[in-house]
């Protein structure tokens, strides 16, 4: 189990703990020894926990039960992970490439959150602290739930704008919910600082346990691939964390020797609110922050990403871009989800086939391309970016043989 930070621009390195970012300022993360990794030596599981040697916790699991092998999944930490890789065959005509999908929405709270909240919770469970986010969406919901499966006191803070809807969607798992009045990018920073002060884990958008954790979406992918590789993965990009987390599952993997090639990162967000990518564009080496519009992808709706570089960085070093959609792109992406691949996402997960779709037209990827579209949450919370309610006649239950035969006509 590793217990060293380090700083992917400066080097410096940390122990566990100590800090979150770099006296340079940009984020830390977990340097695990992925020496003597080996594919056909990890276990079967559960879920994420199947790589659990390059994780800076140890499984959830008890020994309880009698006649066992003392490796029992216990709460839904142990039900992170796992999701499936499919092929999409009918999404690869709009995509401009052979197109498979990474159904995050399958995990226990409906997104890849539950990576980064398992192993979070996990680590403060170990010290018996408090665990705490700054969230009003999926992570919020995702590290209130994985608390309370674990016993483990739980603080969410949210802008104190918060729809009553969000707020009942995390308050069913009790957490300590605090509406916060102000600067919600410096809400971020304080909570650094709050955690130290107050001893509280805080587990945000791409602290070290949380990019730790979100590593192993691309852990499974190129586990599912092995010993061959997908050419490129998609994925959304927001604060910069999943992005990193990516990033460095390929680092790891790579120094271990197991990757023939290095896949091509491209990262997606949505044109109203694009910092990434308009530094990708300018070829800036940092990422200003803007002020952001408003996007039906409002889960990826960040004007001043706090790994923005090192997702920058990341995508240049795989050879990958960063690119940006329009609303209207990802409305329909969705519905092409839906009605092509029979997956129900949200809208921030739909970018990932308008990017391609993007990537394609460009030259970037080709029709042969093996690409990873990477959909991070499920779309059955969501109401926008759906496709209006279809036509739908009532008719005589006498007359519905001629009704649906005129309509499949």
């Known amino acids: 189990m590793t217990e060293t930070l380090s700083c992917y621009a400066c080097g410096e390195t ?138 483990v006191p739980c603080v969410v803070l949210v802008p104190a704008d918060i729809s009553a809807a969000r707020l009942r969607l995390i308050g069913q798992y009790d957490p300590e919910v605090v509406r916060v009045d102000g600067d919600y990018g410096r ?8 955690g130290s002060e107050l001893g509280i884990s805080f587990v945000n958008s791409d602290s070290p346990l949380r990019v730790a954790g979100q590593a192993t979406t691309v852990l499974e992918i190129l586990d599912e691939f092995a010993p061959d590789v997908p050419d490129a993965i998609v994925m959304p990009a927001s604060s910069g964390g999943h992005a990193s987390a990516a990033w460095r599952a390929l680092r790891d993997l790579d120094a271990a020797g197991v990757l023939p090639s290095i896949p091509e990162l491209h990262f997606v967000q949505a044109a109203p609110s694009a910092p990434i990518a308009e530094a990708y564009a300018a070829g800036a080496e940092t990422v200003s922050p803007t002020d952001g519009g408003g996007t039906i992808a ?84 969501e109401d926008v970016g759906r496709p209006d309610p279809p036509e739908s006649p009532t008719v005589p239950l006498d007359e519905l043989g001629t009704a649906l035969a005129d309509r499949l006509d």
Not at 187 to 194: G, H, I
Not at 309 to 337: C, H, K, P, Y
């Open 298 to 381: 409002y889960s990826i709706g960040n004007g001043d990403p706090p790994s923005g570089n090192r997702a920058l960085t990341a995508a240049r070093d795989t050879g990958g871009s960063v690119t940006a959609v329009t609303d209207d792109e990802i409305r329909t992406a969705t519905a092409a989800f839906a009605a092509r691949a029979g997956a129900c996402v949200e809208p921030a997960s739909a970018t990932t086939l308008a990017g391609a779709r993007t990537l394609a037209a460009d030259g970037v990827l080709d029709a042969e391309d093996d690409v990873v579209l990477v959909a991070t949450g499920t779309g059955f919370k």
């Open 187 to 194: 809400l971020y920073e304080r909570s650094l600082e709050l």
């Open 14 to 151: 940390y122990h566990r703990d100590e800090r979150a970012r770099c006296v340079c300022g940009e984020p830390l993360w977990f340097e695990p020894d992925s020496s003597g990794f080996d594919w056909k030596a990890l276990p079967d599981g559960p879920g994420m926990w199947r790589y659990e040697s390059l994780l800076p916790v140890d499984a959830p699991v008890e020994s309880t039960r009698a006649g066992t092998d003392g490796r029992q999944p216990t709460g839904i930490g142990a039900g992170a992970g796992g999701t499936p890789l499919v092929r999409t065959p009918r999404l690869d005509g709009l995509a401009g490439c052979a197109t498979y999908l990474k159904d995050e929405g399958r995990n226990p709270t409906g997104s890849f959150k539950d990576r980064g909240s398992a192993v979070g919770v996990a680590a403060a469970a170990e010290r018996g602290r408090p665990v705490g986010t700054v969230s009003h969406g999926n992570m919020a919901m995702s590290v209130a739930a994985h608390a309370a499966s674990a016993d």
